[in-house]
């Protein structure tokens, strides 16, 4: 951990696909088993910045540290190796393979076996094990990206849009999971559901345009009209 | 129980290629040992981990020559030349496979037809003077009989082919069982997915490389050591869509797929060939034909369908059998 006690600081990043700026200085601070949001319209830059952490974008400047290790240039793999684990948008899982199978590379690139934990989070997974991940719901894939990503008890989960299209049954239950999550890893969560992410965030930072426009922290500053006056 | 389940397969697959060798003649059955060797690595490539290769002819020559060499030049026991085959193509797929594995799927096929043409054009013109050019190397004669089974005696080859075809089997089930094939699997739907995950999609991809094309200059040590002579027509450009035909024919991503196809295929060219001058169009013919009925190849189109039926069969056996008991 670093000397301000944050598990990840983003500092004075700038990232661009090509030619076309995507961010702009953007600083981003976590602390241990914090839940931090990021908020913003579509094409604000919330996943361009989940990416750039998880080392699938190579930034133009600027920092981003876990403790006193700065992940820019290191290769994705290497980053979820150290426990900073990525669950992306899209919901795709390994479709031509069973849940079981697909928890089991979790597993393996891990060395985690221990399937209670994701079980506990998510007990319907434990009925679905032999089913292809093709054939499951969006909120089946989504419990499955999220246990898959826990293995290993990462240090930090970045969650893109979680519940984006998901029932407001599953959604609730998501809620609750990443309450407990944060328990144990702090959380970087993306969403553009203001209800959800003001219910259970610690530092919300909204972002419009590629910038940080506002950073909430705390209860009393954390409310969907507060974030919905910067986007 | 398990242990049998997971056999069984295998065992019918090699057991009806026995019956075949019974029934058919001894050149098409080694024929067909042999081929179905050489497109499994192809089949690995393609089916598991989404590589189209058309330079499989390339790996088979190394292991071809390298034997080849080995016979005319060395010494004479089959069993070292064999050996002397698969890790020269090992050491092959070693030098080029991280080149060539960072390349997107469409210049992989077509770095690889490179390579084939390179080997080609080596063997063919510039390294004349050892390899005899379009002659070839020809040692049949000077190979050594063997202990237990002698090589050089094409029925025992066949026994020989067999165990090692038996063994190549073995291992590749073992591979798609095995987390590492469904690693293989992962990069080939979404390498990035699998990246999220901690893996590198690199090893993943060179790793496979190797073992398919070791697997392949396997096969083409086998071939030099059956036939008694290696040229360069081995690796002949014309020839390097067999594999992958052979692949698609049987069913790619199949486990039984090289052999249906390798079946299908010999088949075709000695009854084909036999009628038509141009055996290779009818070939042509067929593929469009799989393509467009589903690109699921012959084992691929036919595996669903037994396993409904025997399962269907075993369902209303244990059906009949609970009513009997009820009664």
Not at chain 1, 164 to 185: N, Q, R, T, W, Y
Not at chain 2, 111 to 136: C, E, H, R, S, W
Request: hydrophobic fraction near 50%; charge should be neutral.
């Amino acid at each position: 951990m670093s000397a301000n006690g944050d598990i990840l600081t983003v500092n004075q990043l700038n990232v661009a696909y090509g030619e076309a700026k995507v961010l702009f200085d953007v600083d981003v601070h976590v602390r241990p088993n914090e839940i931090v949001a990021c908020v913003g319209r579509n094409g604000a830059g919330k996943t361009t910045l989940l990416k750039s952490i998880a080392g699938f974008l190579k930034p133009a400047s600027g920092a981003i540290m876990t403790g006193s290790t700065s992940l820019v240039g290191l290769t994705a793999f290497v980053i979820a190796g150290m426990g900073i684990k990525y669950v992306p948008q899209d919901k795709r899982v390994f479709s031509d393979l069973t849940v079981r199978e697909n928890l089991e590379l979790g597993s393996y690139a891990s060395g985690d076996y221990d399937w209670d934990k994701v079980t506990t989070y998510f007990p319907k997974l434990k009925q679905l094990m032999d089913r292809k991940a093709g054939f499951l719901s969006g909120g089946e894939r989504q419990m499955l990206m999220i246990g898959r990503a826990i293995l290993g008890g990462p240090k930090l989960l970045l969650v893109d849009e979680p519940t984006e299209g998901l029932a407001p049954s599953i959604v609730s239950h998501l809620k609750d999971v990443f309450v407990e999550l944060a328990k144990k890893s702090a959380l970087v969560i993306v969403e553009q559901n203001l209800p959800l992410v003001c219910a259970i965030a610690d530092r919300v930072y909204a972002l419009n345009e590629g910038r940080i426009m506002a950073e909430l922290i705390g209860r009393e500053a954390i409310r969907p009209e507060a974030c919905e006056k910067y986007l | 129980m398990n242990a049998l389940r997971w056999w069984w397969g295998l065992v019918l697959a090699f057991a009806l290629l026995v019956v075949m060798r019974v029934f058919l003649p001894l050149p098409f059955a080694n024929e067909v040992v042999i081929f179905s060797i050489y497109t499994i690595g192809c089949n690995f490539l393609l089916g598991r981990v989404g590589f189209i290769s058309f330079g499989q002819p390339a790996y088979l020559a190394v292991g071809a020559y390298a034997a080849g060499f080995y016979f005319t030049y060395f010494g004479a026991n089959p069993y070292i030349g064999i050996v002397i085959g698969i890790v020269v193509g090992f050491i092959v797929a070693l030098i080029v496979g991280p080149f060539f594995v960072r390349l997107r799927s469409d210049y992989f096929a077509l770095v690889n037809l490179a390579l084939a043409v390179i080997i080609y054009f080596l063997m063919q013109k510039v390294l004349a003077p050892i390899t005899n050019g379009d002659n070839g190397l020809w040692y049949l004669t000077n190979l050594e009989p063997t202990p237990v089974l002698d090589l050089t005696h094409p029925s025992q080859f066949f026994i020989f082919a067999l165990l090692v075809g038996f063994a190549t089997w073995a291992f590749y089930k073992y591979l798609d069982d095995s987390i590492y094939g469904a690693c293989c699997l992962g990069a080939k739907i979404n390498e990035d997915k699998l990246t999220f995950l901690g893996y590198d999609n690199f090893r993943i991809r060179l790793t496979a490389f190797v073992i398919a094309n070791t697997t392949t200059a396997l096969a083409g040590a086998l071939y030099a050591v059956y036939l008694g002579f290696v040229s360069p027509e081995i690796t002949s450009p014309t020839r390097a869509v067999d594999p992958v035909v052979v692949t698609i024919l049987g069913g790619v991503g199949t486990l039984y797929g090289p052999i249906v196809g390798a079946i299908a295929y010999t088949g075709m060219k000695d009854v084909l060939s036999q009628i038509l001058v141009n055996w290779e169009l009818m070939i042509g013919f067929l593929l469009v034909f799989i393509m467009l009925a589903g690109e699921k190849g012959i084992w691929g189109t036919l595996e669903p369908r037994l396993k409904k039926l025997f399962f269907r069969k075993a369902a209303s056996e244990t059906a009949g059998g609970s009513k009997a008991r009820t009664a």
